[in-house]
């Protein structure tokens, strides 16, 4: 066989089911062995978009997803993806060809060190230099890629090589990997701490985003009445309409949720990193924090936890479950006044009947229209931190927002991969105009999938969220502003059904219909942004610096 065809055997011997991408003329062995293959090849209309599906397939089964691109600009349009990927915590293997690295008459076209350029972006990164290599590449990329911390990695299959005789196939087994145990000494340290606390409460990050830890974390809530908030990839881990749940930190500073975390005198910080903008300033000597992680702190100078307990994270909070007991001098009466305020403040503007909507109204409707285990996958833009703070995730991984690099561009795609994993639940895709532009051509992907999906694209008519960033700074309003396409004749141009709700009573069962007919669905909903300086910097602050 070619060294191609031993490389596809290694990715099915991985558990490869789907590989997406746009392959070039330097990847057709590989494409041809796939041909022959168990795995299906999704092609996407962009290496980014691919890269994106890659990385939510990775996110939502913990298996690494596999994306493919070409040399050159095929493969420069991955960085995105990997850094997405990367930053993110997603499992994800890019394959990228290239020329044949032997000999070759075509000088430095389309030549770009991709190694080299992956490097900062992976965990691993290699070229594939002999046949020989494959088997312990291929097993060294997946095992790099899906062990904690995941992340993106990288292998580059030359042409020549592609191409180059396999006399005999030896794969390598995979192995079955057990998470280190946490240290007893960290452990009896964190319990005293939490023990002896006066107002303890709990930090759930993007870590924690895994069935075990989810129901280890419910498990320890529920035995020690522990307050708890979530970082916004944290959101779902905890039903998060659980009565000890004081919100998600979806602003910087100044909500609800800063007001307990400031009253707290330790922070159980569970699967939580600086990768994820922090939800809390540490200060020296202000507060005890105890760092709960698969790995070490990434040391920070807002960040610097005095206990660190370093192991499976599900393994150490039901240790730590079995250790301690609810504590007569535990005093959480601040925090179930805040709860009781950040709830009211919620439930404002539920029903507004303005138009273009309210955001605030958009995310109820959403919320009522989505069943407990559907999923909402969202681009990057001022919705996000609407989302975020107001909508009660009922599921863990049923928010998919992207709270590390924060692409634009990722929510189509990352809701292709989402129906994909899971084809049995409702799966909307949230995107502003700009991010939805970014990556508007798989909406042709979607429909030639034939799946059954709803894109909700918010319309403004501009960059949104840096458009209230720069009236925060007090800049004029000014390059902002673009126009659009009539969406709804673009999604029928793409195969696609094209709604447009007149008024904000429209929205609601038009969502529900386009969910109960099947197919793609686009719904082009105009909002209206003028609300976010009053309530998020405003109403807001003014009403939990009151408490």
């Not at 066989?1 to 057709?28: Q, S």
């Not at 389309?110 to 088997?135: E, F, W």
């Not at 407990?372 to 931190?385: A, E, P, R, S, V």
């Amino acid at each position: 066989m070619k060294a191609a065809d031993l490389f596809v055997k290694a990715l099915e011997a991985e558990g490869v089911r789907r590989i997406f991408g746009v392959p070039g003329e330097e990847n057709l062995d590989l494409v041809e062995a796939l041909r022959e293959s168990s795995i299906q090849l999704i092609i996407t209309r962009h290496e980014q978009a691919a890269g994106f599906m890659a990385a939510t397939w990775g996110r939502l089964t913990g298996e690494a997803g596999v994306a493919l691109a070409t040399l050159g600009p095929g493969a420069t349009n991955l960085v995105t993806a990997a850094a997405y990927a990367q930053l993110g915590a997603m499992p994800m293997l890019m394959i990228t060809g290239q020329k044949p690295i032997r000999t070759h008459r075509q000088g430095l076209f389309q030549l770009v060190d991709v190694v080299d350029m992956m490097q900062p972006l992976t965990k691993y990164t290699r070229q594939l230099v002999s046949a020989a290599t494959i088997p312990a590449r291929v097993r060294e990329a997946f095992r790099r890629a899906e062990e904690e911390r995941p992340g993106a990695v990288h292998l580059e299959l030359p042409e020549d090589i592609a191409r180059d005789d396999v006399d005999e196939v030896i794969l390598l087994p995979t192995e079955y990997a057990r998470r280190p145990s946490p240290d007893d000494a960290a452990l009896v340290q964190a319990a005293e701490a939490i023990g002896g606390a006066k107002h303890p409460i709990l930090m759930i990050g993007a870590a924690a985003n895994r069935q075990r830890t989810a129901v280890a974390l419910r498990a320890f809530v529920d035995k020690l009445g522990m307050p708890f908030f979530t970082t916004q990839m944290g959101k779902g881990v905890i039903d998060e309409e659980h009565p000890l749940w004081l919100g998600n930190a979806a602003l910087s500073d100044g909500d609800f949720v800063h007001r307990a975390i400031d009253a707290a005198d330790v922070i159980i910080n569970v699967g939580h990193d600086v990768v994820e903008k922090p939800p809390f300033f540490m200060h020296k000597g202000r507060r005890t924090v105890i760092h709960i992680n698969f790995s070490s702190a990434e040391v920070d100078t807002v960040y610097f936890p005095q206990i660190e307990v370093v192991g499976d994270i599900a393994h150490t909070v039901e240790r730590l479950t079995d250790a301690l007991e609810p504590q007569a001098h535990w005093d959480f009466s601040f925090f179930d006044k805040v709860r009781d305020a950040f709830h009211a403040q919620l439930a404002g503007h539920a029903d507004d009947p303005r138009f273009p909507m309210h955001p605030v109204r958009v995310v109820a409707d959403t919320r009522r229209g989505m069943p407990d285990d559907g999923m909402l996958c969202l681009d990057n833009g001022m919705y996000k931190i609407w989302y975020a703070r107001y909508y009660h995730a009922r599921q863990p991984n049923t928010v998919l927002l992207d709270n590390a690099l924060a692409s634009m561009g990722a929510g189509l795609p990352s809701a292709i991969a989402a129906k994909m994993v899971h084809p049995e639940r409702r799966v909307l895709a949230i995107c502003g105009d700009g991010g939805f532009m970014m990556n508007a051509q798989e909406l042709e992907t979607a429909v030639r999938l034939k799946l059954d999906l709803v894109i909700l694209l918010l319309r403004d008519d501009a960059y949104g969220m840096i458009r209230w960033k720069q009236g925060e700074m007090g800049y004029p309003d000014f390059g902002m502003v673009f126009s659009n396409p009539d969406f709804v004749a673009f999604a029928r141009a793409h195969g696609a059904h094209g709604h447009r709700p007149a008024t904000a009573d429209d929205f609601l069962p038009t969502l529900q219909r386009a969910f109960e007919s099947g197919g793609v669905h686009l719904i082009d909903l105009a909002i209206d942004y003028t609300d976010n300086h009053r309530v998020l910097n405003e109403e807001i602050r003014q009403l939990s610096a009151a408490l």
